[in-house]
Structures are given as C-alpha cells and as structure tokens.
C-alpha cells in the first residue's frame, strides 16, 4: 500500500516522501498517529504541486536546528541526587529531567528527541544525544553528583 508521510517516521522515512508500506502497518499504526495519508491519484497530485514550498520550509528548519544544535553543544546539565549504600540512585534521571533543566536553561526541546537507552541510574558523567533533526544532532554533557 502506497502512502505519503505527513511527519517524519524513524525507520521509515520523512515527511512528503511517498512510501510502499504493508496495509496493516498503514492502518494499524500511520493512519491511527495522523503520521500518513493513502496515497490515492488526487493526493500524489496535490503532493506533487507542494513539492517546493516543503523543500524551502525543510531547508529553513535545518537551518535553524544546526543553528540551535551550535548553541546546546555547550551546555553541560548537572543533577544531584541521593544515593545509598552500593552507589546506585535512589531514583534515576532520565528524559524528563533532562528536558526540564535544558528548559531552565533556556532551550525548547521534546522528549522524543533525547536518545537515552535507559534512565540514568548510577553517578558519573555522560553524554546524551539529542536529535533535532534526522540529519542534525549535537551531544550535551550530563553529569549526576551523589548526595548523602
């Protein structure tokens, strides 16, 4: 089943592509997020019309996220946070946390653009990347301090 993507798909593919996908995947997953249209002959026409307005409205958020990507490659987060007695976390710091302080910071990001494999158990220093975009990225230096 054809399908134009109305949003960017990981995996899959980004938005204003037309895709070959299985029914049930369109179905059962793109239609139901809103993240694809059936691509029926009116619609590949009127996708096709578009073409170069998106291209110019792509190249304007890749611009502004390698120029937002410049200003977070600076900033390094610090959490604190209790610990017992074999030097693990109460708690841990994971993708929230991590959104919250860079909004202290003064940085709008989602949560879905954090790559972290799991939350932050154990105190130390790590490197988080965050995906702005399929093709920009930038890592922020994330250290978690032990407190009694």
Partial sequence: MKVILRKD??????????????PGFARNYLFV???????TPSLIAWHEKG?????????KAEAKAQEA??????????FSRPVGEQGKLFGSVGKS????SLKASGF???K????????IK????????????PTSSVKVKVTVVPRA
């Fill in 122 to 133: 154990e105190p130390g220093d790590y490197e988080v990347e965050i995906r702005l975009t």
């Fill in 9 to 22: 798909v990981e995996h899959l593919g980004q938005a204003g592509q037309v895709k070959e996908v299985k």
């Fill in 69 to 78: 990507a410049k200003k977070i490659a600076g900033v390094s987060l610090s």
């Fill in 97 to 100: 946390d991590i959104v919250k």
């Fill in 51 to 59: 073409k170069e307005r998106r291209k110019v409205l792509q190249e």
């Fill in 108 to 110: 709008s990001v989602v």
């Fill in 33 to 39: 997020r809103g993240l694809a249209l059936e691509a």
């Fill in 112 to 119: 879905e653009s954090i790559r972290l494999e799991s939350a």
